[in-house]
Structures are given as C-alpha cells and as structure tokens.
C-alpha cells in the first residue's frame, strides 16, 4: 500500500488549508482512515478518522476547525483545515488507524504567528 500526502504548506494564524492523502495498492472504500499529525519532540498523535461506513472522529483539539472526508472514487482522504493555530505545525500523515500500513512521508503544516 502507498500513502501519498500533500497539500501542506506556511500560514498564519487563522489560515486553512485542505490536506490530500492519495492511497493506492489496497480497497480504499473497505478501510477506516485517518489523519496523524506529528509536531517536533512529540509523539505521534490521531487528529481524525473516518470509517469506511463514514463516520467520524475528531481529536477535541481539532473539533470545529477541521473536518475529514473521503472519495471513494477518487481513492483519497482529505483533511479541511480551518482557523489554524500554531500548536496545528506538525507533519500531517494518513494511514489506517485499525491494521496500519507503511507510513509516508507526511506533508508539512507550519502555521505563523
């Protein structure tokens, strides 16, 4: 399986973006998905996830700013990111939160203040 992200990019405070994750090799439609984020000298951490049945998780950190969704069609997860702050500056990765695969190498969000 691959995992393509991209859509990162600098904002200030404030900015959104729209995060894509690419996925290829496997069933798209069938997995749960999610959005990690991992900011520098911390752990990993779950910011959002999306069943295959589409529902949803948002860490509370996140809710009300970001919303995550899927195209099955297009095979690819997205993650809207709204009124962003700078604790959002991490690099953003996509993998399945339930059988994880091989992880990518992320895209960047660095947010100004």
């Known amino acids: 399986v691959q995992l393509v992200e991209s859509g990162g990019g600098l904002v200030q405070t404030g900015g959104s973006l729209r995060l894509a994750c690419a996925v290829s090799?496997?069933?798209?439609?069938?997995?749960?998905m999610g959005w990690y984020r991992q900011a520098p000298g911390l752990q990993r951490e779950l910011v959002a996830s999306i069943t295959a049945g589409g529902h949803t998780y948002l860490a509370d950190s996140v809710k009300g700013r970001f919303y995550i969704s899927r195209d099955n069609a297009k095979e690819t997860l997205y993650l809207q990111q709204n009124s962003l702050l700078a604790e959002d500056t991490a690099v953003y990765y996509c993998n399945n939160p339930v059988h994880p695969w091989d992880w990518g190498r992320g895209t960047q969000v660095t947010v100004s203040s």
């Open positions: 090799g496997t069933a798209f439609s069938i997995n749960d």
